[in-house]
């Protein structure tokens, strides 16, 4: 089965650049992609990992698991069953409408005492203003305000969604000197941005400024990196071409602009060299 976006919520999950994606895979590794290496290096919700998988499936694939996405996976039952009984306690309640005292103590019981995996970023996307992080449960027990944003379908199981894809979890800096000097290995990076909002990656707090500065002494091409503009990733490549970096000469990119929230809009990048 092909996914066109993750199998449970994850933001910043990069489907509004999988045409862009395939098609620089498409023009750039020929055939089923015999002899590559393609590495997610901050896999996410490895919904680029399938993708390249699926696109090339005879390249060896590696999904980095910055975030321990697939073990969210493993529970999609867990959180469904949750999903239906939320569903049923908010039903009166209209979509994207605040939740009265009465039933948001209700919700919150129902969760206390649910019997099973309980996904944060399920809830948050269920129950908290758009755009809003859940960064531990007890947050959900200590809001002033929730609201009915539950789905109102379950979640499809993940079946065959990383078949082939092989997943490790390894610092980027671990990770990368073991493939760097392969020039039929991609690497395909999705960092934390810098100056932007890192609450929605669970491991954010260990990629700052000098993580960036680490990952950008390894990087060389093939690669496929994305960022944004609040970052200034452009500006610091084409400084870098200027101080004579010949990793990053000729780099090309597209842009796309997108949207949080109907406030939070910004512009996403992917970068790319071959």
């Avoid at 959900?140 to 379950?154: A, G, H, P, Q, T």
């Avoid at 073991?178 to 991609?186: A, C, I």
Wanted: proline share 4%.
């Amino acid at each position: 089965m092909k996914f066109n976006k993750a199998p449970l919520p994850f933001v910043g999950q990069k489907r509004n650049f999988l045409k862009q994606f395939a098609k620089v895979l498409n023009e750039n590794i020929d055939g089923q992609g015999e002899d590559w290496t393609i590495i997610d290096v901050f896999g996410g919700s490895g919904l680029l990992a399938h993708h390249a998988k699926r696109l090339k499936p005879n390249a060896r694939v590696i999904y980095n698991d910055f975030d321990n996405y697939a073990d969210r996976l493993a529970y999609i039952e867990d959180i469904n069953r949750l999903r239906q009984q939320l569903a049923v306690t908010v039903k009166d309640i209209p979509i994207k409408s605040k939740l009265d005292k009465r039933t948001q103590s209700l919700v919150i019981e129902q969760i206390r005492s649910f019997k099973g995996y309980i996904d944060l970023g399920s809830l948050q996307t269920w129950l908290l203003f758009s755009g809003d992080i859940l960064e531990n449960l007890d947050q959900i027990y200590k809001e002033s305000v929730l609201y009915n944003r539950v789905k109102k379908s379950d979640y499809p199981l993940a079946t065959g969604y990383l078949d082939g894809v092989e997943v490790v979890s390894k610092s980027f800096d671990v990770l990368l000197p073991d493939y760097v000097d392969n020039e039929n290995t991609l690497l395909v990076l999705d960092p934390p941005y810098l100056f932007s909002e890192q609450k929605a990656y669970r491991k954010a707090e260990e990629f700052r400024f000098i993580s960036f500065i680490k990952l950008m002494t390894l990087i060389r091409p093939p690669f496929i990196l994305f960022s944004n503009k609040h970052s200034e990733i452009l500006e610091y490549l084409d400084y870098a071409i200027e101080q004579k970096d010949e990793r990053f000469a000729g780099y090309d990119f597209c842009a796309i602009n997108a949207t949080i929230s109907k406030k939070r809009t910004y512009k996403d990048y992917m970068i790319y060299k071959f």
